[in-house]
């Protein structure tokens, strides 16, 4: 496609699918120079406004025990991580929530209702899950639902009053059966009167305790590597860096401080680096 001065596209856009319908040219937007000049001036606009008379709701979803049908073991230490969690987001603020041995209905009621509050006078949301899972899925005590059904419920079409702010997912749980030996190294602003339109998945961000296809690795008495990391990242840097750059200081942690201890030769010294996907459009910052 040909390209202007500052580089932004003049001919039609079209997506990388078969069968794509052809659309009228789509010119994107404020692509003036005096505009982009201004716009870069705006610091405030590349950053969360987190200064609402609430921080938001934290849903820390913990199931333990599962029904024998899902041939699930229970997750011992996971209650360590419930607490930790609760502690850590209660310290920046949040009002938190913690519901123990969910059904897979249950886990999709509580969010749904979740949902459909108003929260207009909060900053964010955020939720914690914390169950066995598989790719894409995670478990309630009597059966396996789709991540997606659960985050989807606050997208921006359909939870209003979260659009345009942050709506966070830490997912503690295995996604998949793979094993990690390692290897060794030597190296160490709202503008109130302009009304604009964002994408529908825009604003979330995914904090997996591991990547896709991998076990995700718990102590049973000290709780997960993941979760202990994440609290202890949070707290320790919240005042200067933003969630991303803490979430790297977590990856940093969990690939390097731990590896498992397992009296089954298969899964004795194991490593684990979690997995980060974001679609978040600014810096955020969980300033106490």
């Not at 999709?108 to 108003?118: H, I, N, R, T, W």
């Not at 009597?142 to 939870?159: A, Q, V, Y």
Request: proline fraction near 5%.
């Amino acid at each position: 496609m040909a390209e202007n001065q500052n580089g932004t596209q003049c001919e039609e856009d079209t997506a990388d699918t078969r069968g794509f319908p052809s659309s009228p040219r789509i010119f994107p937007r404020n692509t003036e120079p005096k505009e982009i000049e201004k716009n870069s001036r705006l610091s405030h606009l590349f950053k969360y406004k987190m200064d609402y008379p609430e921080m938001g709701q934290c849903i820390i979803i913990n199931n333990k025990n599962f029904h024998p049908s899902t041939r699930m073991g229970t997750r011992s230490g996971t209650d360590t991580d419930a607490k930790k969690l609760q502690e850590t987001f209660k310290y920046f603020g949040y009002q938190v929530k913690i519901y123990n041995d969910l059904k897979c209905a249950d886990i999709f009621g509580y969010l749904k209702k979740a949902s459909e509050e108003d929260h207009s006078r909060k900053s964010s949301f955020v939720c914690a899950i914390l169950s066995h899972g598989e790719e894409g899925v995670v478990y309630g005590v009597d059966d396996h639902l789709p991540i997606k059904n659960l985050t989807s419920l606050f997208r921006g079409d359909r939870c209003k009053t979260l659009v345009g702010k942050p709506k966070l997912f830490f997912i503690q749980a295995c996604r998949g059966t793979d094993l990690d030996s390692g290897v060794e190294t030597d190296s160490g602003s709202e503008q109130p009167s302009e009304t604009y339109r964002i994408p529908v998945e825009a604003d979330f961000l995914y904090a997996y305790s591991t990547v896709p296809g991998y076990y995700s690795w718990r102590n049973t008495m000290n709780g997960s590597w993941f979760v202990q990391s994440l609290c202890e990242m949070l707290k320790l840097h919240a005042s200067q860096l933003d969630l991303l750059q803490i979430l790297t200081c977590v990856n940093h942690m969990v690939a390097l401080e731990y590896e498992s201890c397992s009296s089954t030769p298969q899964f004795h010294a194991k490593k684990q680096i979690p997995c980060v996907v974001s679609m978040l459009t600014k810096a955020l910052y969980l300033n106490p």
